[in-house]
Each structure stands twice: as C-alpha cells, then as structure tokens.
C-alpha cells in the first residue's frame, strides 16, 4: 500500500475516533442525571419514613397528654365522690368516673400501640440510614469515575485533534481534496475496502484490472458508484 494511501487510512481510522469520543463525551451528562435522579427516589422514600417517624412522635406525646388530663379528671371525681352530700352528687361522681376509666383506658390502648409504631418506624430508619449514606458513596464514586474519564476523553481528543491536524496537511492536494469532498459527502466514511471484485461499502462490483491495481495499492482509486476511496486488506489465508 502507497504511503499516501496508508495516511488516507489512519486519516480516516482518526476521525472515526475523534466522533466515537465526541459523542461519548456527550453522552455522559444523561448519564450522570439518570444516576442522580435514582438516588432522589431513595432519598424520598427515607425522607418519607423519617416524617412518618416524627409524625408518630408527635401523636405519641399528644395521647400522653390526653391520657394525664384524663388522669387529673379522674382523681378529681374521685375526690368529689369523697366529698358527696347528697345522692345526686354521689351518682354523679360515679358515673364521671366511670366514663374517665373508660377514657383512660381506650387512650392506654392507643398509646400502647402508638409506641409500637413509634419503635418500628425507628427501627427502620435507623436500618435505612446507612444504606442511604451507602448509596450516596456509591453514587458519588460513580459521579467522579464519570468526570475523570471526561478529563481522559478531552485529553485524547486533543492528542487525536492534533494527529489529524497532522496527517490532514501532510496529505498531497489532490488526496487531501478527495478526502474532503467524499468525507463530506459519505458522512466522514471515506475509505472503502475493496474484497471479492466490490467495493463492500456500496457492493458495486469492480472490474477485474481495476481491482487489481487497488490490490497493488499504488494509486488512489475511488469506487465508480459511492465515490469512496478503495484499499485492499492484506488478510492471512485461512
Ligand atoms: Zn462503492
């Protein structure tokens, strides 16, 4: 194969690289985002027992303090049981204290199962913690892993900017023209292998002496139909 078109090759062989790394780069702010946005879901699922937590806290001491109020009513009837002088003032006391018990017991059952609650919903926020604190280590890893490889990319893309750069205006003129127009023409794809007499980018079939001298490799040579500049590939028989 001709220098010349050997340099066509790694030309080509480079602006592949240099659009598979560009979008690449572009690609990976979706990334990031869609990591982040999964670790927003767990964080308000914790968010969301944490206030179901407080929420039972509250309820808890709001009983306790039903349950004293109920408590005082109590020894206060009692006392006027005591200090009855009468019979209508001794069956009221009774029946005051009688629906004080009854209130006093119904909120010792609600308290009793608001403190259940209260210890479990503790107990799962206090096993979540540290699964969500996990979580948001594995995510800023996987946030910085993602920044370094696009500090790595920009790098290679520079070195590849400057290659190309290189190999472009050490083209002859003639060769640096094919490859611009047909690069613009073919979407950056310029080189075609040519294999079996066709050209395997448009399946053209090539004439027996013409696919000998790309075979020879001498000259550039484009394909009759897609334009596209043909090379043969040396492959080991098998
Ligand atoms: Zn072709």
Do not use: W
């Amino acid at each position: 194969m001709s220098p010349e078109l050997s340099q066509l090759l790694s030309l080509q062989e480079t602006d592949i690289e240099i659009k598979r790394i560009g979008e690449e780069i572009a690609s990976l702010p979706a990334r990031q985002e869609i990591i982040e946005r999964q670790f927003a879901e767990s964080a308000k699922e914790h968010l969301g027992l944490k206030k179901a937590y407080e929420d039972a806290l509250a309820e808890r001491s709001r009983l306790e303090s039903e349950l004293s109020a109920e408590q005082v009513k109590l020894e206060k009837f009692k006392a006027d049981l005591m200090k009855a002088r009468n019979e209508k003032e001794y069956s009221t006391a009774v029946r005051e204290i009688d629906v004080a018990k009854k209130a006093i017991t119904a909120f010792e059952n609600e308290l009793l199962k608001m403190m259940e609650r209260v210890e479990k919903l503790a107990t799962d926020f206090q096993v979540k913690s540290p699964e969500l604190e996990a979580h948001r280590r594995e995510v800023d890893r996987q946030l910085d892993e993602i920044s370094n490889s696009v500090l790595a990319s920009r790098r290679r893309l520079e070195e590849l900017r400057l290659e190309r750069a290189r190999l472009h205006t050490t083209l002859g003129t003639s060769a640096r023209a094919i490859y611009d127009r047909v690069s613009r023409l073919r979407g950056g794809v310029v080189l075609a292998e040519a294999r079996d007499y066709s050209c395997l980018a448009c399946r053209m079939k090539i004439r027996p002496q013409v696919y000998y001298d790309i075979r020879q490799g001498n000259t550039i040579i484009t394909c009759e139909s897609c334009g596209r500049v043909l090379f043969y590939r040396v492959v080991a028989e098998g």
